[in-house]
């Protein structure tokens, strides 16, 4: 075999090191290699169907954001006493605010539950829980976060699949990608909903031909009620440890302190 001149052998091999970093990694635990691993993303998700149109107001600007990955690295609330949780996520103000909402939107929570069978007082306790009743949703830009979240190595795949979700989201027209505020890990919606979970449980329950889980109240109520209908929920059943609709809760929330808070928040709208 004829070898190549020093020289050439020496260009060759800084050919390869300079295009080295243009290949996109599958994760990283730091910004260097974010930008051409979201190329090689938007590739991707081009090839799944994802127009250039959504690709670029969703991702065109989009950067690494080291807050997230630091928030991820801190959760805390779930380490709560069940006492600390109550106090943190559902105050007695909560609980007399709800009672009110219930009584306001008592027409809209008795179609949700003839349709779906959930309790009216378990939908305001998730609202209440989540967000405040829709008062603090975030504002955080959801593409920003979950493209941060699929490049950093911890748990990219699931977060890689919520991102696509995302896209999918705007893609069929739910929402502008200008409007996709939320949570720091992705969570939409005025009961926190995950982009997968959006799309397979959503529902467009005030009939404008779009499922906003953003803006719209009854779509928000009517989707949570969906996903615990879907999730197996038993029309009239108690939601209390020990009863049938207990495990759906856990369905909605891994946390035990959450689930407890949960079922708890909901009695007492309920009395």
């Given amino acids: 075999m004829k070898r190549l001149p020093l ?5 060759a091999a800084a050919a390869i090191s ?14 260097a290699g974010f930008q051409p691993w979201l190329e090689n993303f938007k590739s991707q998700a081009a090839a799944s169907g994802i127009s250039q149109e959504t690709l670029q107001t969703a991702l065109g600007n989009v950067t690494y954001d080291p807050k997230v990955i630091s928030l991820d690295r801190n959760q805390k609330s779930f380490k709560l006493s069940l006492d600390a949780f109550m106090e943190r ?6 609980v007399k605010k709800g009672k009110g909402i ?7 929570l008795n179609r949700i539950e003839q349709r779906y069978g959930v309790q009216k007082e378990i939908l305001v306790a998730i609202w209440g829980m989540e967000t405040g009743f829709g008062a603090n949703s975030g504002n955080m830009n959801i593409f920003r976060s ?3 979240l699929s490049y950093d190595c911890r748990r990219s795949d699931f977060f890689t699949e919520e991102l696509m979700a995302a896209l999918q989201i705007v893609n069929r027209g739910d929402k502008r990608a200008a409007d ?3 949570a720091w890990a992705g969570e939409i ?6 982009a997968k979970n959006y799309l397979r ?10 499922r906003d889980l953003i803006r719209s109240k009854a779509d928000v109520l009517a989707s949570t009620a969906n996903f615990l209908k879907q999730h197996g929920w038993i029309a009239g059943a108690g939601y209390n440890p020990g009863e049938p609709n207990f495990a759906r809760l856990v369905d909605w929330n891994r946390a035990t302190v959450y689930q407890q808070g949960l079922a708890l928040f909901a009695t007492k709208l309920a009395n």
């Fill in 89 to 94: 996520r559902a105050p007695a103000s909560f």
């Fill in 18 to 31: 300079f295009a080295a970093p243009a290949l996109a990694q599958s994760c990283g635990n730091s910004s």
């Fill in 146 to 148: 979950l493209a941060t």
């Fill in 189 to 194: 919606g005025q009961t926190q909903f995950l």
């Fill in 7 to 11: 020289f050439r052998a020496a260009l």
């Fill in 180 to 182: 996709m505020k939320g």
């Fill in 102 to 108: 219930i009584a306001q939107n008592r027409d809209l």
């Fill in 201 to 210: 449980y959503a529902v467009d329950f005030d009939g404008d031909g779009r």
